[in-house]
């Protein structure tokens, strides 16, 4: 939607003195010149951050070659011995760091929040648009945008004291007990632990980015026009053969897109999940109950202890970790914008961690 | 008629499939609404038994205490990024919508500044949190303190801030700048006097959000706010600052148990200051859908 724009040169009529300015233009070159400066900010920002991080990561890039991507070891090395320098760069004697434990648990965790984030955000948009009466889904729908405002912390807090334990102890061993031993359901065996591994951290990310979805979705459905539903249904339709065949139809690149944004959420969350899966180091989980850490979570639970490496290369492997996370989402959210060509109007309150 | 028959789907599971559908849409509702008042209810139940009304009042102690310092600490925090966010997003958000100009072939321009301002509204936090530690706290030495956390938590939050702006002035009735422009106004004041003046309210709506997500941050802050039991000091650089959510985050699993009632009590306040901010800006939208055009 492009509006006619103020102070277009087209419309504007030459030679009259205009009301409010004492010097003419001059408080439009200040809107001007200030909005332009700040709009530069987030690409300066994002410049920014890429560089710094690229810079800081290089000598652990130098270093951990292309195997930082597919090895499983996260050895710091002896800060007690002489420091080594491979490729000139100075690190701790046995230090071995590999980050695919992070990026196999974020994939992992991101697509579990997915699976069980994107049918629920679309049941729960339609409750709210077609079946609660308008009284009720009002209220209701401010409650989803409310969870999304939560913070990420607090549902971390929720999610290892109170949710884990109880699947471990409720719902966990009957799903582990009564799964058949086929291919896929098979990660559903096993040892169950005690509620603070994938499938909680993946379920609890699943709650954080519903609201996301659900709150997009309702837009849109919304914005469906009435006459095209009216049609289907007077072709005899039933109420979901309209979803299936018109509604969703309708808005689904917005859908895609609010989904791949949620996506990246999930992607990027570190509080939540270093809270509940204790970020275990250098393991892929064997089942979906095991404890594992994603990037997110790895920086912040390690960055502390990083910095006691005195050749400062711990920090810079963090570097390099956040660089490929960094990397991921910025495809990620890319892919987001190409592909949402109606962005909605609404904002929802959408932390970070 | 047996044809017509024969060629549609019957009825009895189309209808089984009808019911499935809206149980499972019913279902799906109680599977957002129920972890959430369960969620809700959790941290309440947590924190209110043991609630002291010191905890406003008093710094945390080696055991207990309370959270004056980091309240405080969350309100600098909050006015800070009301600053810095709220002048760089609400400008951003007026670039985009009123001052740039449209491309030649007709498109409306900035599609490069755009993308960028929405992968920062989606780029991980800890990364940012990661870059404004080593290079604001570390590389030019400032430690941990106020100014690298309100740098980190703007550049968070703007984004948002300029979506809401710019949303809110594309809601301003066209009929107001074609006015505005009839009277002869100039186009800077015609802006501050009409445009933004009626896409106010939806302006501070989108810093009230922005508020709250800044609020509940934990990640940025870790390494960049760092910690402190004293109460906020006046100094930008070298001088840590306390906030809510690192309470909630460290002292939740010490074994002490004063030491975890204060991680309950810190996100029992959190909660409500977030319920507060979210609430405000959902009144004030409401009271506004009633004067601008085009919504719902």
């Not at chain 1, 087209?10 to 003195?17: D, K, M, Q, V």
């Not at chain 1, 607090?154 to 290892?160: H, P, Q, R």
């Not at chain 1, 390690?302 to 996370?325: K, N, R, Y």
């Not at chain 2, 070298?238 to 002490?256: G, K, R, S």
């Amino acid at each position: 939607m492009t509006l006619p724009q103020l102070g277009d040169p087209t419309r504007r009529p030459s030679g009259l003195r205009r009301v409010g300015s004492l010097v003419r233009g001059s408080e439009e070159n200040l809107w001007r010149w200030g909005a332009r400066v700040a709009s530069l900010i987030p690409l300066v920002g994002l410049v920014f951050v890429l560089t710094v991080l690229a810079v800081k990561a290089w000598p652990a890039i130098k270093v951990n070659g292309p195997g930082f991507l597919s090895r499983t070891s996260w050895i710091p090395g002896s800060t007690y011995a002489a420091p080594v320098r491979t490729n000139g760069v100075l690190h701790p004697v046995g230090s071995s760091y590999g980050a695919w434990p992070l990026i196999a648990g974020t994939l992992q965790t991101s697509v579990i929040a997915l699976i069980v984030a994107l049918p629920i955000a679309l049941g729960t948009a339609f409750a709210l648009t077609e079946r609660l009466p308008r009284w009720l889904s009002r209220p209701v729908s401010f409650f989803v945008e409310i969870l999304a405002g939560i913070p990420s912390v607090i549902i971390g807090l929720w999610g290892v004291l109170t949710l884990g334990p109880f699947l471990a102890h409720h719902v966990y061993p009957f799903v582990a007990n009564n799964m058949p031993d086929v291919p896929i359901l098979r990660y559903f065996k096993g040892n169950v632990g005690y509620g603070e591994g994938l499938l909680t951290s993946g379920l609890v990310l699943g709650l954080m980015i519903v609201p996301i979805i659900a709150s997009t979705a309702r837009d849109l459905f919304m914005q469906v026009p009435l006459l095209p539903k009216e049609g289907a249904e007077a072709l005899g339709m039933t109420e979901s053969e309209v979803a299936r065949w018109v509604t969703i139809p309708w808005v689904r690149s917005g859908i895609i897109g609010a989904t791949v944004l949620g996506l990246g959420r999930a992607l990027g969350e570190p509080i939540a999940v270093a809270m509940i899966t204790g970020s275990i180091l250098g393991t892929v989980s064997p089942n979906v109950y095991g404890t594992m850490t994603t990037i997110a979570a790895t920086i912040v639970s390690q960055l502390d202890s990083a910095a006691t490496d005195g050749t400062g290369f711990a920090i810079s492997t963090l570097a390099e970790a956040g660089l490929v996370l960094a990397v991921i989402s910025v495809i990620v959210n890319v892919l987001a914008r190409v592909i949402v060509n109606r962005t909605s109007r609404h904002v929802a309150p959408v932390g970070r961690g | 008629m047996a044809t017509i028959s024969n060629s549609f789907p019957s009825t009895r599971p189309r209808r089984f499939r009808e019911y499935i559908f809206k149980a499972m849409s019913l279902g799906a509702l109680v599977f957002v609404i129920g972890p959430s008042i369960w969620l809700i209810a959790d941290v309440v139940v947590r924190a209110v038994p043991h609630w002291r009304w010191s905890v406003l009042t008093s710094v945390p102690l080696g055991v207990g205490g309370g959270l004056e310092n980091a309240i405080l600490g969350t309100l600098v925090i909050m006015v800070g990024v009301l600053l810095i966010a709220g002048t760089i997003g609400v400008l951003t958000g007026i670039h985009f919508a009123e001052l740039q100009r449209p491309r030649r072939n007709g498109k409306a321009g900035g599609d490069f500044l755009r993308t960028a301002t929405e992968v920062m509204a989606g780029f991980p936090s800890i990364v940012l949190g990661y870059v404004g530690y080593i290079a604001l706290c570390v590389g030019l030495h400032w430690g941990f303190s106020l100014l690298p956390a309100l740098i980190v938590l703007s550049i968070m939050v703007t984004p948002y801030i300029a979506k809401s702006t710019e949303s809110a002035l594309r809601q301003v009735p066209t009929n107001y700048r074609e006015g505005a422009e009839a009277l002869g106004m100039a186009t800077g004041y015609a802006l501050r006097k009409v445009v933004i003046k009626s896409a106010l309210p939806g302006i501070v709506t989108g810093l009230l959000i922005a508020l709250a997500i800044a609020v509940g941050e934990t990640a940025p802050l870790l390494y960049t706010a760092g910690i402190t039991n004293n109460l906020p000091s006046a100094s930008l650089i070298h001088q840590p600052i306390a906030y809510l959510t690192y309470y909630v985050w460290t002292d939740y699993n010490q074994p002490i148990k004063a030491t975890q009632y204060l991680s309950f009590d810190a996100a029992l306040i959190l909660i409500v200051l977030v319920l507060v901010l979210l609430v405000s800006s959902r009144l004030l939208v409401n009271r506004t859908q009633r004067y601008t055009e085009g919504r719902r």
